[in-house]
């Protein structure tokens, strides 16, 4: 059964910093892309970065290039999306999931995680 652990929420400060981690306990991450989608309160579930396999492929939505950044640890069985300058349109309940390929739509990651919240401060 796959089952992704999420970690790193919480609360930070505007402009701050947070790292969030996705680890495959299942077994699955190790041989997947990985991607990382986040949904506000009454918006829906929208892109926010992706990764292959290897490492050597990412993608990010336009909203969140440059600040943040998505990174892998295959043998740690662990996806990462480091989240730098945090802005007010940043704060949503954020998801990893996996597929077999870079993709930007959530239709293409049959195995998701739990979720972990993100909210900012000022």
């Known amino acids: 059964q796959v089952q992704l652990v999420q970690s790193g929420g919480g609360s930070v400060q505007a402009g701050g910093s947070l790292r969030l981690s996705c680890e495959d306990s299942?077994?699955?991450?190790?041989?997947?892309?990985t991607g990382w989608f986040r949904q506000a309160p009454g918006k829906e579930r929208e892109f926010v970065a992706t990764?292959?396999?290897?490492?050597?492929?990412?993608y990010y939505a336009d909203s969140v290039k440059g600040r943040f950044t998505i990174s892998r640890d295959n043998a740690k069985k662990t996806v990462y999306v480091q989240m730098r300058s945090l802005e007010p349109e940043d704060p949503a309940d954020y998801y990893c999931?996996?597929?077999?390929?870079?993709?930007?739509?959530?239709?293409?990651?049959?195995?998701w995680g739990q979720g972990t919240q993100v909210t900012v401060s000022s």
């Open positions: 999931a996996t597929g077999v390929d870079v993709a930007t739509s959530e239709e293409e990651y049959p195995y």
């Open positions: 299942g077994g699955t991450l190790r041989m997947y892309a």
């Open positions: 990764i292959s396999l290897s490492g050597s492929r990412t």
